[in-house]
């Protein structure tokens, strides 16, 4: 199992720029999970689905940025248009138990490290 | 506020001593406590849980959690310079789908 994978590894755009992460989740797990993490935050939550279903976009900061996720295999983060304080690492997870996350853990990608000049 | 504090670190202690990792949560709705090990350039990874009150031990990882006064503790003995990482404690209420994390706390173990 290769885990869950996300591209780019590394993004840098100019602000004011379209930037779109991705996200494949691990073959049989049913949710989803967008985090963004900064030093002085943490890892905060914007945004998870259910069977590509979004279930909580409340962490979402502005409408500048969207999600979706068109099929069980892909997800994508969108930012448009992009700001230098959205600079950060964004993380993607997946877990197949939402209601026992303790059990199987969420395993996250690799992140994408955005940095917006 | 926010519901999980953490103290950043850095922390840097010797090879081979004991290690206190802390938390204080503020929602008594948590029910499961976990901690994340998070290596540099890489994602978080499950390390241990526990539910509820009281302690649980793997290896030289033992997980604490006090509800009544809201505090998590990770303890790890005979520290490794392979311990070296972020670590973030994380909650969950047991009916939503979703995690709760502290910022983490950055462990450097030197030689």
């Known amino acids: 199992d290769a885990g869950v994978i996300q591209s780019p590894r590394h993004e840098v755009t100019e602000m004011g720029q379209e930037v779109t992460l991705r996200c494949k989740p691990i073959s049989g797990h049913d949710y989803l999970f967008w985090y963004r993490q900064t030093m002085m935050r943490g890892l905060e939550l914007l945004i998870y689905?259910?069977?590509?279903?979004?279930?909580?976009d409340s962490g979402m900061p502005e409408d500048r940025f969207s999600a979706k996720m068109p099929n069980a295999s892909f997800s994508t983060l969108k930012i448009q248009p992009s700001e230098p304080r959205d600079s950060a690492v964004y993380f993607c997870a997946s877990t197949p138990r939402p209601g026992a996350p303790f059990l199987s853990g969420y395993t996250f990608g690799s992140g994408t490290r955005l940095t917006v000049v | 506020q926010k519901e999980v504090e953490q103290d950043p670190g850095p922390l840097s202690v010797p090879e081979g001593a004991i290690v206190s990792l802390n938390c204080t949560y503020s929602?008594?709705?948590?029910?499961?406590f976990m901690w994340y090990r998070q290596y540099s350039r890489k994602g978080p990874e499950l390390l241990m849980y526990?539910?509820?009150?009281g302690n649980k031990e793997d290896g030289r990882f033992t997980a604490q959690v006090d509800k009544s006064s809201k505090y998590i503790s990770l303890f790890i003995r005979d520290s490794q310079p392979s311990d070296s990482a972020t670590y973030l404690c994380a909650t969950y209420t047991g009916t939503a789908s979703k995690l709760t994390f502290g910022t983490g706390t950055r462990l450097q173990v030197t030689l």
């Open positions: 689905f259910n069977n590509n279903v979004p279930i909580d």
């Open positions: 929602n008594s709705a948590f029910q499961y």
């Open positions: 526990t539910y509820s009150s």
